[in-house]
């Protein structure tokens, strides 16, 4: 029996963002459910280098199907300049949870960014205003594309906004979408007054406050994933209905775990987590309901739930590298 490895370009092509979106909806429905394992995310710090490895396991059963996985993922701001080399590389180990048999190895960088995207998708589809048109971007990265492709799968998304200082990232993002959306550079108050607004930023000073977002817009908070990052001010949050994808995670690295460190938000200013959206337990956007914010730090069921849904439509059209890893013998 092989092992399957697949490169960037196979996950790319197999994480077809309509099946991730579902994948990562039922991976946040069983964590409510409680039929996952995951480990607290595991950090190594490396501030000579400037960067810092996760290790991050998970289990899931849905109830169809169940998966079980290893992402080994690294934030390094300074390859690109000094290595040409992206910020984020990402190995995920994808294994069958009845024999532990390696059944995949494959990238998680392209993965990572199609389960974030996806993730940001199904928090637009239970939080964000039912005829939403327009989408802004505050941050022109690689994960602004998967961003704008996860969330017009789940509304009709016709204006695109995005604001970044880089003017040269923010060209090549409306060159790549000029044919398929009226989409143009904007400050971060423009972007912010759209329907839905992702900020996909690694800043820890605040950039976007409460006079920059619309009354009932819903945003995205992707960027904070360590301790530290901030990208909303605190009378944005303090304003908005506030959903995580968990609670450990979020407030420990997520957007609120400043002010949340702080005393300046609570668990009363908490609406729930995601999975709870999902299941029905906690009610999802309402007409009555005004600025809402998604608090997306990543979860490890969010990426095996993903490299499932590579792996078995890359097994279906034989694409990959097989190679005998564990041996004939499994021994």
């Known amino acids: 029996m092989n092992t399957l490895l697949l490169d960037s370009d196979d996950v790319d092509e197999h994480a077809t963002l309509a099946d991730v979106i579902d994948a990562v909806e039922q991976a946040f429905a069983a964590f409510e459910r409680g039929t996952t ?28 199907w169940d998966a079980a996985g290893l992402k080994w993922v690294n934030v390094h701001p300074d390859n ?32 990572t960014m199609k389960r974030t995207g996806a993730a940001a998708a199904v928090a637009t589809d239970y939080l964000a205003v039912d005829d939403a048109s327009s989408l802004g971007i505050v941050g022109a990265g690689v994960q602004s594309y998967t961003q704008l492709e996860a969330i017009s799968d789940v509304r009709s998304i016709e204006e695109v906004v995005v604001s970044d200082p880089d003017e040269e990232r923010v060209q090549r993002f409306v060159d790549a979408y000029a044919d398929r959306f009226d989409v143009r550079a ?49 009378e944005l949050l303090a304003a908005a209905t506030i959903v995580i994808d968990d609670h450990e995670q979020c407030t420990h690295s997520g957007e609120i775990n400043v002010p949340y ?17 999902v299941v029905g337990s906690k009610a999802s956007r309402t007409d009555g309901t005004g600025i809402t914010v998604f608090d997306s730090t990543g979860l490890a069921i969010q990426d095996v739930a993903a490299a499932r849904v590579v792996y078995e439509r890359a097994s279906e059209t034989g694409d990959g590298l097989g190679f005998d890893m564990v041996g004939v013998d499994g021994r």
């Open 80 to 111: 690109p300049a000094d290595h040409g080399l992206p910020t984020v590389l990402g190995t995920m180990i994808y294994s069958d949870p009845e024999t532990a048999f390696p059944l995949a190895i494959m990238d998680g960088t392209t993965l």
């Open 261 to 277: 460190g702080e005393g300046v938000l609570t668990d009363a200013d908490i609406h729930g987590e995601i999975g709870e959206l």
């Open 37 to 64: 394992q995951m480990p607290a995310k595991s950090y190594i710090d490396l501030p000579q280098y400037n960067g810092d490895f996760r290790s991050m396991p998970a289990y899931l059963d849905t109830g169809e």
């Open 186 to 234: 904007g400050s971060i108050s423009e972007a912010g007054h759209c329907d839905v607004l992702s900020t996909v930023t690694p800043v820890e000073d605040p950039i976007v406050g409460l006079e920059d977002v619309g009354e009932h817009t819903h945003v995205n908070a992707i960027g904070a994933d360590a301790e530290g990052k901030h990208e909303l001010r605190d």
